[in-house]
């Protein structure tokens, strides 16, 4: 794998896995977060532990107005993108907020698509590289237990498959990622354990694979295939009825 790879919303739990993953590949890393500050110790990890050249960057996701500049401003167009980004809330509180909701609307597919877009456009002049987007099985069908956050990511999901299909031809690469739930912070205290958890180092691991053999959607688990076709497949009347 040759070029650096770039990490959108380097901060989570899942990014630095995989930040690592490409690392012990030999690429060089590009880590961009809002406050990329917090990065100063994976950013020395990472060079100590394998050798490789890592820079800092500030990017706000929401903000879609500078992620032009943003692009512009790397060091070297990536030949790997991956994007983190995301925040999945409290669905009691974001459907009697709307400002809340809104935040997750944006933070999981307006700024993430924004951001993937930007860079599909520098990839494609170019004739190469392969974008990465984190979605979520939550977006494969509406559930009154996450429907604004399964919502947005219902979006990203699909944006991807077009992009994907519009760049076919142009020797850029789109990769769908569904990890199912995943030991990290963001789903600490939900209690989870078992064949449906998976860790952040086996979506990094997931990630270098699917990049290296072209894939286009995987779960991270295979039992997640098997999960949501059972919930896909639940009639409407009979799902209107369950609270999952």
């Known amino acids: 794998m040759k070029g650096p790879v770039l990490i959108l919303g380097a901060a989570s739990d899942i990014a630095r896995a995989t930040a690592r993953a490409f690392a012990a590949q030999g690429c060089a890393i590009q880590l961009a977060a809002r406050d990329p500050d917090r990065l100063a110790d994976d950013k020395a990890d990472l060079e100590t532990r394998f050798g490789v050249a890592v820079t800092l ?62 860079l599909a456009n520098k990839m494609e002049a170019r004739g190469s590289g392969t974008l990465v987007g984190i979605s979520s099985v939550a977006g494969e069908r509406g559930r009154a237990s996450n429907y604004v956050y399964g919502s947005a990511k219902a979006g990203f999901t699909a944006y991807l498959s077009g992009l994907r299909n519009r760049l076919a031809k142009k020797g850029v690469h789109v990769v769908t990622v569904l990890p199912g739930f995943v030991d990290t912070k963001m789903t600490a205290g939900m209690g989870l354990k078992g064949p449906l958890l998976a860790q952040p180092e086996e979506v990094g691991r997931a990630i270098v694979a699917a990049v290296e053999k072209t894939r286009d959607v995987i779960h991270v688990r295979r039992v997640w295939w098997l999960v949501m076709a059972i919930i896909k497949a639940i009639p409407e009347g009979s799902f209107k009825k369950t609270s999952i």
């Open 57 to 118: 960057h500030r990017v706000d996701a929401l903000d879609v107005e500078s992620h032009e500049a943003f692009v512009d401003s790397l060091p070297d167009l990536p030949m790997v993108a991956v994007c983190a980004v995301g925040l999945m809330g409290d669905q009691a509180q974001t459907a009697a907020d709307v400002t809340r909701a809104t935040l997750i609307l944006r933070s999981n597919f307006e700024g993430p698509a924004s951001l993937l877009g930007v």
